[in-house]
Structure formats: C-alpha cells, structure tokens
C-alpha cells in the first residue's frame, strides 16, 4: 500500500516536470523566436529569390521576356569558358594570398616576438594594413606603388636602369596576389604572434639542452606549436578571400581580358553589367555550392588539427 | 661523472644583484638540494649552471674545465624542468629520442636506446602515446628519461615534484633517491621544500636572497644551523625564538632575562659571553617538554593531534606564541595552563647579528 502509494506520488511527480519542462520549452521556443525569425529573414529571404531566380529566364533589358526556364540559365554556366576560367582564377588568388600570408605571417610573428627596441611601435606598423578599407589599399598600389609611371616601383626599377612594368597587365593575378595578401598579413601575423606568446618557454630551453640550434629549434617545436592557429587563419581567411571583390573593382576590373574574373567578379558582372538577374543567380547559386564543398573539407581539416 | 665547481659567481639582471658571489664546490655522484624561500636565486643558480642563463661574475668550472661560455647542451648536463617542458606533439620515444636525433645518432641507436631508459622507468607500454595522454607522474618519468638517455655528466632538477600530488611526490622522492644511486650520478636539485631537501640531499645548500646562507649535510643544518634564517627555515614546525639579554654568564650555562620577562639558564659556550649582551635563543619544539615547574608559563592555545605526535601551541604571558612538539599521549586540553623546560639541555643561541653562538647538545 504503502509502496503504491510512493509509486503513484513518484508518478504525479515525474508528470509535474514533464509538464513543466514541455512549457519551458514552449517559452523557450518563444523567447528565441525574434532572433531565429530575424535570421531566417536576412539568410533565407535572399537565397529564397536567388534560387527562385536562377531558374526563370529574366534580363533586366528585356523584362517583359520573363519565365521557368528550368536548368537552363546553369546549362549556360556551366558551358560558359569563362565560369570554368573564373573558378580557377578565384582558386589561384585564394591558394596564392593563402601561402604568401601564412609564409610572410610566420616570419613576421617570429620576428616580432623577439625582444628588441622599439617592439611596440615595429608591431604596431605590421598590423596596419589590416586597418585600410580594400578599395583605399588596392587605389594606393595602384596608383602610388605598381604605377610604371608615377609608382615607387617603378621608380625604383628606372633607379637601377631597369625597365618599368605595368604590373596590372602583365602579372594582373600577381599583382591583386601582392595587394590582398599585403592587406591579410596583418591578420595572420595577428593569430600566429598570439600563439607564439602561448609556446612555453621551458620548451624552447629543454630543446636547447637537447642541442637543438635556432633552425631545429623553429622546425621541431615552434611551427608543430602553430600548426593549429595556421589551420584556424587558413579557415578565416578562406572565408573571407573566396568573395574578394573591391581590390578587383578598383584596379583591373576582372581584366585583362578574363585574366583577373573570378567567381565571385563573374556574378557581377552577369546581374549587374549584363543585366542577366537569371544568369547572375545561377552563377550564385553554383559559388554557393562551391563554397560549402570547399568548406566541408576545409572544417574536416581544421576539426582533425584541433581534435589533436 | 662531473664534479662542478662555482667561484664567486654572481648575477646582475640591470641593477638588481640576483646572485651574490656564490663558492660552492660539488662532488661527483653527489646529491646537493638548493634550498631556500621564492625568490631567493635557486632556480637562477641552476639554471646558471645548466647554461640557459648568462654568468655575470665569477667562474664555473665543469670537472675542472671552464665552462661559463659553454653552450647548454655541451656541458653533458640534463635538466628535469617544473613544467617538465615535454614537447606536445612528439610521442614519448621521440620526446625522449631527441637530443640524439640532435646530435645525429643513428635512428636504430636512438631506438636502443630510448627502449632501455623506458625499461629503467616503466614507461614501456605508453612509449607510443603523446604526453597529455599521460599521467602526472609518467610525465614526471618522460621528463626523466629524456634526461636519461642523453647519459649526462649531472643531473639538474629544478622543482620537478611541485606539480604532483601529495602520495606521488613522496613516491618519485624515493625513485629519484633509488635513480641517484643506479646511475651514480651528480645531481642538482631545486626545491623550496625542506621537506624534500633534508629526505634526499647528500647536501643542503641553504640560499637567501642570493646568498648561500649555510652548506651541510642534512642533519648537520638541522642540529648546528649557522645562523636564525638556516634555523628558521630548516624544520617544521619552526625553531622557536626568543630574544633576550645575558643576566649572568659562566663557562658552562648563561642566564638570560627574556623580553617577556622570564628568567632562563641555557648550557653556554666555554668562553662566556658579556652581560647584558643581546642574544636570541633558539628551541627546536621537540627540545621542550611540559613540566611541573618550568622557565615559560603560559596557556595551551591550540593542540593540533597528528597521530604520530601532538603540536601544542602556547601562549605566553607576553603574548608570543611557543610551539611545543610532544607525544601521542599528551593529554593536554586548550585553556591548560602548563610550564614549559627545555628537554635534555637542548637549545640554540645566535649573537645579534643572527649568527650561531651555541649548539647546546648533549654528548
């Protein structure tokens, strides 16, 4: 009786939460709706209409030409040289900031971890780049730096008797390579000099009493200590290069030719120079797609790396 | 087999003087304990002697050679880190492997030999995995054998048991003892542990302020402490002191009139000092013993049973407080008033410049 008795109050508890947990769930769900809501709205909304229109036949010079057009405005993408010669452009400017940065960052932030006169003000002048608004930094080696007239290289190359280039046409992918990765240095240079300052330094003096010199020294302790904020920067930076676009619009505008298009320039050019909304949206659609196969194995790498 | 030899050597960092020109010879397969409060150069000193930190003054002499501009690796010293400084990344074969793979040593050679140093310490079966896969005293062990295998001259410890718990550092203590005497090895160990100090020193360096204060054996310290800081620091609980001044003095006892007021006869040095000379007395707290009619009254404070032993702390009618070490059987209840003697004669005297004057021992 007794036992019943406990067994039924147990009951009528366990009921009590579950009544209590569900509305907690439900005010839950409540409280967290205007956020949710105000995130379907800015990412939904838009990729909502770019689907929507990848698939109708619609140019803004010729509105009235309007319809389903089923796959055929991807059908046009993906037939397209140029599509094909955008990707591997985009590939090349992300692959060669990626490398120059990671390279130029490391030694940065080995150099700027030493301890020398004037330290703060040395760090101080690395971060800057990081400060200046693309289109400024890309119009300033633009005009005062590449420039094979008036630019300090050139200058400097007629100084030493040599012929001046005019870098945007001759080397237009080297040249917005050299502008980005002047403007994302700063960043790695950043989150390598952190992970520096975290490196133990009874580590570096216990390599020192096994023998190691300086070179063995970066090579076995210091750069597997960096081998996780290099994926990190890798990741963040990938993010952001994969939709540079000021840096082209100010200085080669996607040209010579196609030399400097690369996916994210190509959608622009469709929507909004060739008026072609449908064409745009599937080029869109198609970088979305490519961006997320791009980050499925990028997030595989970087969680394997922390994950150590 | 190293024997190290310091000569006045000292260390400026700017105009802070760390080391005070510190003499110091060490034998080979000697165990010598640097120890003293934070702060005091310990660690600066070793770290001296390992190389990682530049001599301002004075010479280090490895087996007679000199080694001040020597590099850190070729001083055939292996050092222990408190961190243990275990690289991340490495397994613990290639943690311990390398200093050989940085000297150059075949890849078998190495194998060889880091599979024996894993022998020695028991760490055969984890030889594979990475250090935080590790528990703090197998760490402790990598730390150890990666010391090990590069077969030094000298051993340098700096702290290496402060970051384990109480039951395993009492443990690595007698490991570290038994590895001193399987390797016949010099060893240099850091500690701001007396406790670890008077276990597994040969030697005791007593340091302060950058100053070598006193340098003996364990026992030595304990029972003839050169001065009140060697005294005060070597023991627990503490030496008691009492300051006072000589009322009367003959070639076997003085009588001292302590600042609270009490009168004491302590057995004296042969050569008696002055009247009213300033001295401090010094009793170890197993040296008193509750008697029925003793020099210092006073009531129990607090009594603190540890199983082994009894710590009573009185207060005197001054206020200072006496800590008195007696045996299980103490039956003594706080608010007791008791009287305290010296137990066997037993007591120390310092001059006022803190120096010994007087070990009272009985033969």
Known sequence: ?308 | MANLELRQVGKWYGNYEAIKSVDLSIADREFVVFVGPSGCGKTTLLRMIAGLEEITSGDLLIDGVHANAVPPDKRGLAMVFQSYALYPHMTVAQNMGFALKMAGMPRAEIDAKVGEAARVLQLEPVLGRKPRMLSGGQRQRVAIGRAIVRNPKGFLFDEPLSNLDAALRVQMRIELVKLHQALAATMIYVTHDQIEAMTMADRIVVLNRGIVEQVGTPLNLYHRPANLFVAGFIGSPKMNFFPGRVQRADASQVVLALAGGETFIVPGPESPPAVGTELTLGVRPEHFEMAAQGPLAGTVDVVEHLGVETLVYVRLASGAIVIVRTDDLSRVRVGENVSLALRAGRASLFDSSGAALFHAMPE
């Open chain 1, 1 to 308: 009786m007794a036992y019943a008795m406990k067994g039924a109050e147990t009951a009528g508890r366990a009921m009590a939460q579950d009544g209590l947990a569900r509305g907690r769930r439900r005010s839950s769900w409540l409280l967290l709706s205007p956020a949710v809501g105000m995130l379907a709205l800015w990412a939904f909304v838009p990729l909502a209409m770019t689907l929507y229109y990848s698939f109708q036949r619609y140019n803004l010079l010729y509105p009235e030409r309007r319809g389903f057009v089923g796959l055929l405005n991807y059908q046009l993408m993906v037939t397209d040289p140029s599509f094909w010669t955008a990707i591997v452009n985009t590939l090349l400017l992300v692959l060669g900031v990626l490398a120059t940065t990671l390279v130029l960052g490391t030694v940065f932030a080995l150099l700027l971890n030493q301890n020398f006169r004037g330290r703060g003000v040395a760090r101080l002048m690395v971060i800057a780049p990081f400060f200046v608004l693309p289109p400024v930094a890309a119009l300033i080696w633009k005009n005062l730096l590449f420039d094979p007239l008036n630019g300090l290289i050139g200058w400097l190359c007629t100084l030493m008797g040599l012929q001046p280039v005019a870098w945007f046409t001759v080397h237009p992918m080297l040249s917005l390579v050299i502008i980005v990765a002047w403007e994302w240095t700063p960043f790695a240079t950043l989150i390598l000099l952190t992970a520096l300052q975290s490196l133990d330094s009874e580590q570096l003096e216990a390599a020192r009493m096994d023998g190691a010199k300086p070179m063995s020294r970066i090579i076995y302790i210091v750069l597997p200590h960096l081998a996780r904020p290099m994926a990190i920067t890798v990741m963040m930076e990938s993010i952001f290069l994969l939709s540079i676009f000021a840096e082209i619009l100010t200085t080669t505008a996607g040209g010579p030719g196609d030399a400097t298009t690369t996916l994210t320039y190509l959608i622009y050019i469709r929507a909004l120079l060739d008026f072609d909304v449908g064409g745009g949206s599937a080029a869109g659609v198609l970088a979305i797609i490519l961006a997320n196969i791009v980050a499925f194995f990028l997030m595989r790498a970087v969680a394997r790396n922390i994950e150590e």
